[in-house]
């Protein structure tokens, strides 16, 4: 008996260190995928001066067709590559690609945020795939005259290992031709939580992409149409044009720590469907203001809920500011769309070819007591 109850003694003492040296959970994905910099340059033997020889001779990526690694700066044939993003990127070729498998959770949304370059006058086309999802952006309209645009779309994992490809869809008479890839991060987007009495969901824009610590333009959410699935959760993208997803430590945010710029006027709205009583009266209120980015001019936001309307001015100078607004509508149906869009086109003061706009935030729906 006294033996049985010692070997008890030992196995509860082993099985609680053992408790102890379980590791913990492991950390929600948030950060670039591997070699996602593209810092890690493939060995000098596996080069044809930019040109990657070999399937498998990209640290962290599988290549198909002409893809090279290059180098910030002047360029051979009087090119001239901006990577502002770091100091290395690939360019993607005629029909070329370049994939990675990514450990990822059954179910659970993903944001990837990538940073592309146009290289050539053409209109470049990239496509992303992910298992059962297949999205082009158009990288011929850039947003920012450094040609450092950031962009991001979201996907549902299908599987424990999601296999993300980055392909050139264009034929060009340049076989070199084709975009360059400088930055490349994933994100899981956390579940989607009410702020109590607030019926809007993810009304501060708390939760998005994954934005990177080092480089200030933003990230630019595409249109519906081009993503079916929202890189912000909880507003569809309804516009021509993307909207831009804008981080504290970079701009002036009304409050928390990320806001929405609309970048593309009257092309650039964004809009979230609410559960609501039909005929109850109920009080949206929001807040506009500009980035700090040198954005200036008369801007306008018009809101919509219901059947109500509403404009709100704001005049920004470009050095950060914001305003609050709100009015009462009445629900039609059980489920309203709340909408916003910019009214007017604008760009930096000191760059007119940088397209910005006023920045919305803190949108909030409660009912009339």
């Known amino acids: 008996m006294a033996g049985w109850l010692l070997s008890l003694c030992f196995t509860l003492v082993f099985s609680l260190c053992d408790a102890s040296r379980t590791p913990p959970a492991s950390p929600a994905l948030d950060g670039f995928l ?3 910099n593209f810092e890690k340059a493939p060995k000098q033997e596996k080069l044809n001066k930019t040109v990657i020889m ?10 198909e067709g002409l893809v090279e690694f290059v180098s910030g700066g002047p360029q051979p044939g009087g090119f001239y590559f901006p990577i502002p993003r770091g100091t290395h990127a690939v360019r993607l070729g005629n029909e070329a690609s370049i994939s990675q498998n990514v450990d990822a959770k059954p179910g659970f949304l993903y944001s990837i945020t990538f940073g592309a370059t146009r290289t050539c006058a053409q209109d470049e086309m990239l496509r992303i795939l992910v298992p059962g999802q297949t999205t082009d952006i158009s990288i011929q309209t850039l947003y920012s005259t450094d040609g450092g645009d950031t962009m991001a779309i979201a996907f549902k994992a299908t599987d424990k290992s ?3 490809t980055f392909h050139n869809l264009g034929v060009q008479e340049d076989p070199t031709c084709g975009p360059l ?4 991060a994933i994100k899981e987007m956390p579940p989607l939580t009410y702020t109590p009495g607030n019926l809007v969901k993810n009304s501060g824009f708390e939760t998005g992409p994954h934005t990177f610590k080092n480089y200030s333009t933003g990230v630019l959410l595409p249109p519906h149409k081009q993503d079916n699935i929202s890189p912000l959760p909880g507003w569809i993208i309804e516009s ?6 804008i981080d504290k430590k970079h701009f002036s945010v009304p409050s928390g ?3 929405i710029e609309m970048v593309a006027g009257r092309e650039s709205a964004i809009a979230q469907v609410i559960r609501t009583v039909p005929n109850k009266l109920y009080t949206l209120s929001f807040t506009v203001g500009d980035a700090k ?3 200036h001019g008369s801007m306008m936001v018009e809101a919509f809920a219901g059947k109500q309307t509403l404009k709100v001015p704001y005049v920004s100078q470009g050095k950060g500011g914001f305003k609050t607004a709100s009015f009462k509508f009445q629900a039609i149906s059980s489920r309203t769309r709340i909408t916003f869009y910019s009214a007017y086109y604008h760009t930096k003061l000191d760059d007119f070819g940088h397209m910005c706009g006023p920045v919305l935030d803190d949108v909030e729906v409660v009912p009339v007591s």
């Not at 070999?54 to 290549?63: A, C, D, R, V």
């Not at 021509?240 to 997803?245: A, E, G, S």
């Open 34 to 36: 591997r070699n996602g």
């Open 54 to 63: 070999g399937k498998y001779s990209l640290p962290g990526w599988e290549i």
């Open 162 to 164: 999601v296999r993300v």
């Open 181 to 184: 890839l400088d930055a490349i």
């Open 240 to 245: 021509l044009k993307p909207v831009k997803f």
């Open 257 to 259: 720590l990320f806001a």
């Open 293 to 295: 980015n040198n954005c």
